[in-house]
């Protein structure tokens, strides 16, 4: 089994539901308490063994790139000033492990993952999401590695969703489970309630290997218009070993303003330094 060393963060997205927030400001650099969503989806992917970091961005998107560079200028104030730069740890990588390529027209998630696939080449590789932002010990990544050292093939993560919400989400046909692993059968993109095979969403973390490319090359428009990578995962299931990793942990979803307040509100109640203030004001609203 090949090391799983690349991960593919496709932020070309438009981030419409986010507007006006988003107009001129890429929706992974909003901030949640005190860094930007890609730096969250960065160390956690970091914390999993990752090695190189590829970006797909558009237009507009220069800052993601920008908040992963080495500012000179900055540090060299800094240093001067006698401040630590320690506040910079998160954003600092050797040269060549954040990668970029653009794509130039938003066609939908799969067609975001295609354009890395000749950066990822013939690898396994993971995809993070970074308006998904996953807090757990240890990370969301880092979990479905352990899984994917055990057993291989193509995972998922997925959590419990309710069923008003499902078409929202691509949802599991669930086989065989053990634990918080399950097999995936099949994979739906946003079926209605009634139409759901179970509640087991997909959430934006994945393993994949590399024999997705060309099936995402042949992928027509799915639901909304897009090239969807669940259509394309779906058709590598019964070729390839496919499972869904059940997160321990919490999952925000800061693609609108309700997932974004209620992360920052979460997160900085996690933080010793903000906690009391936060709680003190929430207890006086
Ligand atoms: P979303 O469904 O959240 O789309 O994409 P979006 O464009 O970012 O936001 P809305 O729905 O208009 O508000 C999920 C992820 O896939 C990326 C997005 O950047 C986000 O990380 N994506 C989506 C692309 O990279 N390219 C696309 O064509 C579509």
């Given amino acids: 089994m090949k ?9 070309a997205g438009l981030g419409t539901r986010f507007l006006p927030a988003t107009k001129a400001i890429p929706k992974e650099m909003l901030t949640v308490v005190d860094r930007p969503l890609i730096q969250y989806a960065v160390e956690e992917a970091r914390e999993a063994g990752i090695e190189q970091m590829i970006f797909v961005t558009s237009r507009g998107k220069d800052a ?24 910079l740890d998160g954003t600092r990588f050797p040269p060549g492990a954040i990668v970029s ?15 890395a696939r000749d950066i990822v080449g013939d690898e396994p590789f993971a995809v993070l999401l970074p308006d998904d932002l996953m807090v757990g010990s240890p990370g969301c990544l880092a979990q479905m590695v352990e899984a994917y050292e055990k057993i291989g093939g193509n995972i998922v993560c997925a959590q419990e969703v309710p069923r008003e919400r499902t ?13 918080r692993l399950t097999e995936v059968k099949g994979l739906v993109e946003k079926p209605r309630p009634e139409d759901a095979p179970s509640t087991l969403g997909v959430v934006g973390r ?4 590399p024999e997705i490319m060309p099936i995402l090359a042949a992928t027509g428009e799915g639901a909304g218009g897009e090239i ?23 999952r925000h979803d800061c693609g609108d303003a309700r997932g974004f307040v209620l992360a920052n509100l979460a997160l900085a109640l996690k933080r010793d ?7 003190a004001w929430l207890d006086r609203a």
């Fill in 273 to 279: 330094d903000l906690a009391g203030a936060v709680r």
């Fill in 228 to 250: 969807q990578l669940t259509d394309g995962m779906a058709a590598l299931i019964g070729r390839q070993p496919f499972h869904a990793v059940t997160f321990d942990g919490e």
């Fill in 101 to 115: 390529v653009r794509q130039q027209q938003p066609l939908g998630l799969g067609h975001a993952v295609w354009c």
């Fill in 3 to 11: 090391k799983l060393r690349k991960a593919v963060f496709p932020v």
């Fill in 64 to 87: 993601l790139e920008d908040h992963f560079d080495v500012a000179y200028e900055l540090e060299a104030t800094m240093t001067a000033r006698g401040k630590p730069l320690d506040a």
């Fill in 206 to 209: 994945y393993i994949l290997q």
């Fill in 167 to 179: 078409a929202s989400y691509g949802i599991v046909t669930p086989g065989a489970a053990d634990g």
